[in-house]
């Protein structure tokens, strides 16, 4: 148990779709992060939040829609996604947004876009 | 390109044995980190490493930072079958606050 949750676990989608991934993190943390794993692939960061306020945005389509409403809390909404947006995505945070201390992982939502 | 590479890509040893997985990358660090990921699972910190510092150990684990190398090494000794999991490197990108993680090295213990 890191602390950060997510859900759901999985998720199955039609391309037509509309969804939402939920991150919760207990640990008083003030960055978050949304990351992509695809197989044979490194890990991709997708956005980064600091503060409640976006600072990283590597390139993302537009399909994918990040929210943080609080510190505590991120979305990722989709819609209209793509077969190749299949993959396993991880909610990620740590103390401050930074790259020199630790990031803390939720289990990821399994996403499978049909 | 990526920032950091593990070696080997995949390990398969036996229960009790050490177990060693390198990671390489490019460009100066203040520090790197290693993370281990289960199976479909969300990735849990093992050690941070900062660039001042040649070696760190936490319990069964042995990390070792060459600098002048540009690489790391993790030692998981007396292994157990729940140390089958995948290894990840990730280091700062310079100029950049990210981290970049490698593609990591799939270890499996056998009984």
């Known amino acids: 148990e890191t602390g950060v949750t997510q859900t759901p676990r999985h998720l199955v989608m039609g391309m037509t779709n509309k969804k939402s991934l939920k991150c919760e993190q207990h640990?008083?943390?003030?960055?978050m992060y949304w990351y992509k794993q695809s197989a044979k692939k490194p890990l991709e960061l997708m956005f980064v939040?600091?503060?409640?306020?976006?600072?990283e945005n590597n390139s993302v389509p537009s399909r994918f829609s990040p929210e943080c409403p609080n510190s505590s809390h991120l979305f990722l909404h989709l819609h209209t996604l793509q077969p190749e947006d299949s993959a396993l995505y991880l909610c990620a945070s740590s103390q401050v947004w930074t790259p020199n201390y630790e990031q803390y992982f939720g289990p990821g939502t399994r996403l499978t876009v049909t | 390109s990526q920032q950091g590479e593990e070696d080997p890509q995949a390990l398969s040893i036996q229960e009790g044995e050490n177990a060693t997985m390198n990671c390489s990358y490019k460009?100066?660090?203040?520090?790197l980190q290693w993370y281990r990921q289960n199976s479909g699972r969300g990735l849990v910190h093992l050690i941070l490493i900062r660039s001042n510092e040649r070696e760190k150990h936490s319990g069964r684990l042995r990390v070792t930072l060459d600098t002048s190398k540009k690489s790391s090494s993790l030692l998981i000794t007396a292994s157990r079958a729940a140390d089958t999991a995948s290894y990840f490197c990730?280091?700062?990108?310079?100029?950049?606050?990210?981290?970049?993680f490698g593609q990591g090295t799939r270890l499996t213990i056998n009984p």
């Open positions: 990730a280091t700062p990108l310079q100029g950049a606050q990210k981290l970049v």
């Open positions: 640990l008083g943390h003030n960055a």
């Open positions: 460009t100066s660090i203040n520090n």
């Open positions: 939040y600091s503060l409640e306020e976006r600072v």
